[in-house]
């Protein structure tokens, strides 16, 4: 009778474990799908250590022999003292922190996991870690009698586990969507705790450690139950802007806090599994255009959100999208302005040119007439100034209108472009040289004009004989338009942009200043480059 009591106990314990390894193995294959690379090696490391945890206590478990029982205890202890390192980097990654990435993180975690590794193998000298003797009850087996330094290193891993419940609540709790289920699975990793005091407190169970049990049942649980639901949670739950997660149907699955303050529908739990459409018809509305920019009216203003996707999916299998809102009212009420601000601009300009250009025509007329009738060095220097008038009057449209956004940009090629705009600058014995071919997105016009300016600078200021060079960056991130002339002083070079800025005595100062409104229509950025001999402009694209 005893020895059937002992045979079907020790049955039970094998199988118990035995079962609980090769859950936890399955589970490390299919959790295989996580698409984020930290977090799935962090989890499949957690799973693979569980579970060779719960097979050496399968070899503890089936032998008598006093020496093998304490080497397989001792290879168990390793084991699972490994656990902790694959949760606390699963936890790390899941949560979004670079906790696991620290490197004095990493190497304080394997000098203390060797120095508690040498302290185990190393017991049959000190005998400070365990006792062991073999016993018949339940079954034959070697029992082991933990000291207190196994009780201490036990106390440590328990707390540090329970980080890793802080970093994963925390992010639950940033989640609108229940998160029990998750919560409930977690929890199965600590509930064997109870079982292993009961283990030293009631007589026929044995004092062993059962957290592998937990663990393959939280492995069990997530990987083939609530799978997608860990997933979405970690997408939602990923950023501190609003996140909303779409199943393939693009029907809501997901959402965190912030996207409840987007879409106030959302603070309605109920709305899991409702199309998106339904439940935000107009910011789905938005979102199916080319420009997925959404107004939101909110606490008196309006607010503006870039809508970005992020696809994500298991083997070739499509399982949804997470559509990411990232806050763009400061940079759209900029746009905004700069749009009112360039439309009265041109208003004034085209005002200014029609008005003043009347009265001008008219007194260019009647000043011929005059100089055809008399010559008088007086009357040539009326015709300069009217002729700088002229002049002025068009640089101010220019500028006016080559500030304007962009509405269709076309592929073109810079040299092709430079030499076009060489042919407009007149100049005898300056020469230009191109060593670039490369191809740019730009308005072909604009992109001319600003060429155009650039060489004029550059003749104005370094000569007729100047050599004017157009070349690519180094980082090939735009390209510069240089020249061998006087260059510009060290102290003149912020404001060489400014309009009515110039340093010719006949300049209008307006040809940087359309310079630099190309560049901001095109998105671009322009610098004034400190060189030692002649002057650098240097255009990122």
Same mark, same amino acid.
């Given at each position: 009778?005893?020895?059937?009591?002992?045979?079907?106990?020790?049955?039970?314990?094998?199988?118990?474990?035995g079962?609980?390894?090769?859950?936890?193995?399955?589970?490390?294959?299919?959790?295989?799908?996580?698409?984020?690379?930290?977090?799935?090696r962090?989890?499949?490391?957690?799973?693979?250590?569980?579970?060779?945890?719960?097979?050496?206590?399968?070899?503890?478990?089936?032998?008598?022999?006093?020496?093998?029982?304490?080497f397989?205890?001792?290879?168990?202890?390793?084991?699972?003292?490994?656990?902790?390192?694959?949760?606390?980097?699963?936890?790390?990654?899941?949560?979004?922190?670079?906790?696991?990435?620290?490197?004095?993180?990493?190497?304080?975690?394997?000098?203390?996991?060797?120095?508690?590794?040498?302290?185990?193998?190393t017991?049959?000298?000190?005998?400070?870690?365990?006792?062991?003797?073999?016993?018949?009850?339940?079954?034959?087996?070697?029992?082991?009698?933990?000291?207190?330094?196994?009780?201490?290193?036990?106390? *440590?891993?328990? @707390?540090? #586990?329970?980080?890793?419940? =802080?970093?994963?609540y $925390? &992010? /639950? +709790?940033?989640v609108?969507?229940?998160?029990?289920?998750?919560?409930?699975?977690?929890?199965?990793?600590?509930l064997?705790?109870?079982f292993?005091?009961?283990?030293?407190?009631?007589?026929?169970?044995?004092?062993?450690?059962?957290?592998?049990? *937990?663990?393959? @049942?939280? #492995?069990?649980?997530?990987? =083939?139950?609530?799978f $997608? &639901? /860990? +997933?979405?949670?970690?997408?939602?739950?990923?950023?501190?802007?609003?996140?909303?997660?779409?199943?393939?149907?693009?029907?809501?699955?997901?959402?965190?806090?912030?996207?409840?303050?987007?879409?106030?529908?959302?603070?309605?739990?109920?709305?899991?599994?409702?199309?998106? #459409?339904?439940?935000?018809?107009?910011?789905?509305?938005?979102?199916?255009?080319?420009?997925?920019l959404?107004?939101?009216?909110?606490?008196?203003?309006?607010r503006?959100?870039?809508?970005?996707?992020?696809?994500?999916?298991?083997?070739?299998?499509?399982?949804?999208?997470?559509?990411?809102?990232?806050?763009?009212?400061?940079?759209?009420?900029?746009?905004?302005?700069?749009?009112?601000?360039?439309?009265?601009?041109d208003?004034?300009?085209?005002?200014?040119?029609?008005?003043?250009?009347?009265?001008?025509?008219?007194?260019?007329?009647?000043?011929?007439?005059?100089?055809?009738q008399?010559?008088?060095?007086?009357?040539?220097?009326a015709?300069?100034?009217?002729?700088?008038?002229?002049?002025?009057i068009?640089?101010?449209?220019?500028?006016?209108?080559?500030?304007?956004?962009?509405?269709?940009?076309?592929?073109?090629t810079?040299?092709?472009?430079?030499?076009?705009?060489?042919?407009?600058?007149?100049?005898?014995?300056?020469?230009?040289?191109?060593?670039?071919?490369?191809?740019?997105?730009?308005?072909?016009?604009?992109?001319?004009?600003?060429?155009?300016?650039?060489?004029?600078?550059?003749?104005?200021?370094?000569?007729?004989?100047?050599?004017?060079?157009?070349?690519?960056?180094?980082?090939?991130?735009?390209?510069?338009?240089?020249?061998?002339?006087?260059?510009?002083?060290?102290e003149?070079?912020?404001?060489?942009?400014e309009?009515g800025?110039?340093?010719?005595?006949?300049?209008?100062?307006?040809?940087?200043?359309?310079?630099?409104?190309?560049?901001?229509?095109?998105?671009?950025?322009?610098?004034?480059?400190?060189?030692?001999?002649?002057?650098?402009?240097?255009?990122?694209?």
């Amino acid at each position: 009778m005893i020895d059937g009591l002992s045979i079907g106990g020790r049955f039970w314990y094998l199988a118990v474990f035995g079962l609980s390894g090769v859950a936890t193995f399955v589970s490390a294959v299919r959790v295989n799908r996580i698409a984020e690379g930290d977090t799935r090696r962090g989890l499949v490391a957690l799973l693979l250590t569980s579970g060779g945890w719960a097979l050496a206590h399968v070899a503890y478990l089936a032998t008598a022999d006093q020496q093998l029982g304490v080497f397989l205890y001792q290879i168990g202890l390793v084991v699972g003292l490994s656990t902790i390192g694959g949760w606390l980097y699963f936890c790390s990654a899941y949560t979004g922190r670079s906790l696991h990435r620290d490197p004095r993180i990493r190497w304080t975690a394997v000098v203390a996991f060797l120095a508690i590794v040498a302290v185990k193998l190393t017991n049959n000298l000190h005998g400070l870690y365990f006792s062991s003797e073999v016993v018949s009850t339940p079954f034959p087996h070697v029992a082991i009698t933990s000291t207190t330094l196994h009780w201490t290193v036990m106390a *440590g891993s328990y @707390a540090l #586990a329970t980080v890793g419940y =802080f970093m994963l609540y $925390e &992010r /639950f +709790r940033h989640v609108s969507h229940d998160s029990r289920p998750l919560l409930l699975l977690l929890g199965l990793t600590a509930l064997p705790v109870g079982f292993d005091v009961l283990g030293m407190l009631v007589p026929g169970l044995m004092e062993i450690t059962y957290e592998p049990v *937990g663990v393959a @049942a939280f #492995a069990v649980g997530l990987s =083939f139950v609530y799978f $997608e &639901r /860990f +997933r979405t949670i970690r997408l939602a739950g990923d950023r501190d802007n609003p996140v909303i997660v779409l199943d393939d149907d693009d029907r809501i699955q997901d959402y965190n806090r912030a996207a409840t303050r987007l879409v106030p529908a959302l603070d309605d739990r109920s709305v899991i599994g409702e199309p998106f #459409a339904d439940i935000a018809p107009e910011c789905a509305e938005k979102i199916a255009t080319d420009d997925p920019l959404v107004t939101v009216y909110r606490d008196g203003e309006t607010r503006y959100y870039r809508v970005t996707e992020q696809q994500f999916s298991a083997s070739q299998s499509s399982l949804g999208r997470a559509l990411v809102f990232t806050d763009e009212t400061h940079r759209e009420r900029y746009r905004n302005e700069l749009e009112r601000q360039n439309d009265r601009l041109d208003s004034f300009a085209s005002m200014l040119s029609h008005d003043l250009r009347n009265p001008l025509n008219v007194a260019q007329g009647r000043l011929e007439l005059a100089r055809d009738q008399h010559d008088s060095e007086h009357l040539e220097a009326a015709a300069g100034a009217l002729d700088r008038i002229e002049g002025l009057i068009e640089d101010v449209l220019q500028l006016a209108r080559q500030g304007q956004p962009i509405e269709e940009a076309d592929r073109v090629t810079l040299s092709a472009i430079a030499r076009d705009a060489w042919g407009m600058v007149e100049t005898a014995e300056a020469k230009l040289v191109v060593e670039t071919d490369r191809d740019i997105e730009a308005d072909p016009d604009r992109l001319q004009r600003l060429f155009e300016n650039l060489f004029r600078n550059a003749v104005e200021h370094g000569g007729e004989s100047v050599t004017v060079t157009v070349g690519p960056l180094d980082d090939g991130d735009g390209f510069f338009v240089a020249d061998d002339g006087a260059g510009i002083p060290a102290e003149k070079r912020e404001q060489v942009f400014e309009s009515g800025y110039s340093t010719a005595e006949d300049g209008t100062g307006f040809g940087l200043a359309i310079v630099e409104q190309i560049v901001a229509a095109h998105e671009w950025g322009v610098e004034l480059a400190d060189v030692e001999d002649g002057t650098r402009f240097e255009i990122r694209t």
